[in-house]
């Protein structure tokens, strides 16, 4: 089962009042935690990816399992980039394998909020992906996560948010209605009115951080009145480490693994009393029917060239691999020559892509426009150009094989 459109999916709990856990991940016992109970609930899920919960580590050495782990699950899986504090993290994300992503300029001015969003939102839907906005300030309290959003929390207005969202043209909004980053330290009071009124004027999903510790009474107002989306890290980074502590006290000679023990089984437990919690359980099976599958697409070109202008080539090939991979929506570019110099076709130029939407992007992208002169002027008129894209949607999904022969011992 491939990925699927996240717009889709909170399109489905919106219509049908219930939320989807968008459950934060910082290590493979998170990941795997948070497919297994998915997988055990019947659940559509997202795995929430917080740019400043990777500080001490690079998300992108976790980012390939992450994407393996959705393929292969057999549930519908969407994968958000969340807090991204600057534009050029949100073109990285969608090239590394996010099909969602949120810029959080929330604590900047309304009109930098909005002209900021506006254009990530332009680079997200380019390439095919969904964008999550945020108006309001959902402050830290206490916690790991709390740090990264110190400040008083300011309320969304729902005047403002109509603004907003008819000026940047996000697909959800995280609206902040009383909730704070961290554990909470006492009974939330949330303003449901104000949530009321913002959904009766926007009518499109809405999205609840700091989801962590309310009461069952709560998540059932706040998703009756348009939440779709609820973030949860912190009680889940707090059961990690309360069943790490135990390990370790129970023993004083314990090594990595036995420190680790049941950290996997414990989150699934929670993460799976949640899925029910929010009526997503059960879910997956109608999701995927109304999901529009996440589909890479490929681009092969195959090309003669002149051997008097390979100095020039080789040059070219450096640069370009460099330029495109920096254009929003490339997920990789490969450049290589043909094994055997009888070969009629010398060097082939294969680039993926996140979407359809990534790769249209991409042609009439100004890098790219600039590049292909500068390649048709050192090589030969004829070449052969392929599109293709997924044709699977099981989890063996893979990209279609096109046999070329002239090009079958390209490197």
Not at 146 to 165: D, M, P, R, W
Not at 195 to 217: A, C, F, M, Q, T
Not at 227 to 241: G, H, P, R, V, W
Not at 351 to 357: H, L
Request: contains cysteine; negative net charge.
């Amino acid at each position: 089962m491939p990925l699927v459109d996240m717009r889709d999916m909170l399109h489905h709990a919106y219509q049908n009042n219930y939320a989807i856990g968008g459950f934060g991940l910082v290590s493979l016992d998170f990941l795997e935690a948070i497919i297994t109970a998915a997988e055990f609930c019947r659940s559509p899920v997202i795995l929430n990816l917080s740019e400043p919960l990777f500080g001490q580590h690079d998300f992108r050495l976790i980012l390939p399992a992450i994407e393996r782990a959705a393929h292969q699950a057999k549930v519908p899986v969407a994968i958000h980039f969340d807090h991204a504090k600057q534009h050029e993290s949100i073109v990285e994300a969608i090239n590394l394998g996010c099909n969602s992503v949120m810029l959080d300029v929330s604590s900047q001015a309304f009109t930098v909020n909005i002209a900021q969003t506006s254009h990530a939102a332009e680079t997200a839907h380019a390439c095919g992906a969904a964008i999550e906005g945020m108006l309001g300030f959902v402050g830290g309290t206490e916690g790991e996560n709390a740090i990264n959003h110190l400040g008083e929390v300011i309320y969304t207005s729902a005047e403002e948010a109509k603004v907003y969202i008819d000026r940047t043209h996000v697909d959800s909004l995280a609206v902040s209605i009383g909730t704070v980053h961290g554990r909470q330290n006492s009974r939330t009071k949330l303003d449901f009115k104000r949530l009321k009124r913002i959904n009766d004027e926007l009518g499109i999903p809405l999205v609840l951080h700091g989801g962590s510790g309310l009461i069952e009474d709560q998540y059932h107002k706040v998703i009756l009145n348009g939440i779709a989306k609820i973030n949860c890290y912190t009680e889940l980074s707090d059961i990690a480490a309360a069943t790490i502590r135990s390990n370790v006290q129970s023993r004083t000679k314990k090594g990595y693994i036995e420190a680790m023990q049941d950290v996997k089984n414990n989150l699934l437990e929670q993460i799976s009393l949640y899925m029910h919690r929010w009526g997503s359980a059960g879910r997956a099976a109608e999701v995927l029917i109304q999901c529009r599958a996440w589909q890479p697409v490929e681009q092969t070109i195959v090309y003669n060239v002149q051997k008097r202008y390979l100095q020039q080539i080789y040059a070219l090939i450096e640069q370009g691999r460099e330029t495109l991979s920096s254009i929003p929506g490339v997920r990789q570019v490969f450049a290589g020559w043909a094994l055997s110099v009888s070969d009629q076709y010398q060097l082939c130029w294969r680039i993926q892509f996140a979407t359809t939407d990534a790769s249209k992007n991409f042609q009439s992208h100004a890098e790219y426009i600039a590049f292909i002169h500068q390649l048709s002027r050192i090589s030969e008129p004829d070449k052969i150009n392929i599109t293709f894209a997924a044709t699977s949607l099981g989890t063996n999904s893979c990209l279609e094989e096109i046999k070329i022969p002239q090009a079958q011992h390209l490197a």
